[in-house]
């Protein structure tokens, strides 16, 4: 859990982002951040290209009547932007979209945006990350080379995330589940899921699919509208 309280809503997204099959809890992320419109970060898909992914963000939150702003940090010197932390410092609805975890951690670990995430987030803002970005959001972090853990950001501590969980290859989603430290719950997310905590801490499965806690004792599969509890 954080350091400190937050006041903000928490949505993290097996994978599938920006579809229709995502459209219901976006469209409840919408409205809990009071706001139409949101700031679009694409940079996990820097050299996967971010214009399209750009592209499909503002179609999809064009049919749920918001606009979409985007916040064209790719790499770490656009991170360290004055003017782009205050632009995220001040956003309602912030989204990170998926793509390299580890590129997207090298842009964001220890910058002015990051501590301006932060600071939207404690002051009440919504953080949709999904993929790469609900990976790196939480502490530890599932390695994508192989399934192992290392250091995320913590947003979220004492929580891992694999996302794509129902399509994940076993082998990987395995050596996750084995080497999960004694201090730390992994939730795997399927895609076009979500995983929410909502301002008073409260989580639970919103989206087309599930999510799997695995802690200290048997996995427990968790589908919209059935209770969630993540405390240790």
Same mark, same amino acid.
């Given at each position: 859990?954080?350091?400190?309280?937050?006041?903000?809503?928490? @949505?993290?997204v097996?994978?599938?982002?920006f579809?229709?099959?995502?459209?219901?809890?976006? /469209?409840?992320?919408?409205?809990?951040s009071?706001?139409?419109?949101?700031?679009v970060?694409?940079?996990?898909?820097?050299?996967?290209?971010?214009? +399209?992914?750009?592209? *499909?963000?503002?179609?999809?939150?064009?049919?749920?009547?918001a %606009?979409? #702003?985007?916040?064209?940090v790719?790499? #770490?010197p656009?991170?360290?932007?004055? @003017?782009?932390a205050?632009?995220?410092?001040?956003a %309602?609805?912030?989204?990170?979209a998926d793509?390299? =975890?580890?590129?997207? +951690?090298?842009v964001?670990k220890?910058s002015?945006?990051?501590? @301006?995430?932060? /600071?939207a987030?404690?002051?009440?803002?919504?953080? @949709?990350?999904?993929?790469a970005? /609900?990976?790196l959001l939480?502490d530890?972090?599932?390695?994508?080379?192989?399934?192992?853990?290392?250091?995320?950001?913590g947003l979220v501590?004492?929580? /891992?995330?694999?996302?794509?969980h129902?399509t994940?290859?076993?082998h990987? *989603?395995? *050596?996750?589940?084995?080497?999960?430290? #004694?201090?730390?719950l992994?939730v795997?997310?399927?895609?076009? %899921?979500?995983?929410? +905590?909502?301002?008073?801490?409260?989580?639970?499965?919103?989206?087309a699919?599930?999510?799997?806690?695995?802690?200290?004792?048997?996995?427990?599969?968790v +589908?919209?509208?059935e =209770?969630?509890?993540?405390?240790?």
């Amino acid at each position: 859990m954080p350091t400190k309280r937050s006041t903000g809503t928490l @949505a993290l997204v097996g994978g599938g982002e920006f579809c229709d099959e995502c459209a219901s809890f976006d /469209a409840e992320l919408l409205a809990a951040s009071g706001s139409t419109e949101v700031v679009v970060l694409p940079t996990a898909a820097a050299y996967e290209h971010a214009d +399209r992914v750009v592209e *499909r963000a503002a179609k999809h939150f064009a049919g749920l009547g918001a %606009t979409v #702003r985007p916040l064209g940090v790719l790499h #770490r010197p656009e991170a360290e932007d004055a @003017a782009n932390a205050e632009i995220l410092r001040a956003a %309602t609805f912030v989204y990170f979209a998926d793509g390299s =975890p580890l590129h997207l +951690r090298s842009v964001l670990k220890g910058s002015p945006l990051y501590d @301006a995430l932060r /600071a939207a987030y404690e002051r009440g803002a919504v953080v @949709a990350a999904s993929g790469a970005g /609900a990976t790196l959001l939480c502490d530890p972090m599932v390695d994508p080379r192989g399934g192992a853990y290392t250091v995320g950001l913590g947003l979220v501590a004492n929580l /891992a995330v694999f996302p794509y969980h129902g399509t994940a290859a076993d082998h990987l *989603r395995q *050596r996750s589940v084995e080497l999960l430290p #004694r201090t730390a719950l992994l939730v795997g997310i399927d895609e076009h %899921t979500a995983l929410i +905590r909502d301002a008073e801490r409260s989580w639970r499965v919103s989206g087309a699919g599930a999510v799997t806690v695995y802690g200290d004792g048997a996995p427990e599969v968790v +589908r919209a509208g059935e =209770p969630l509890t993540l405390d240790r």
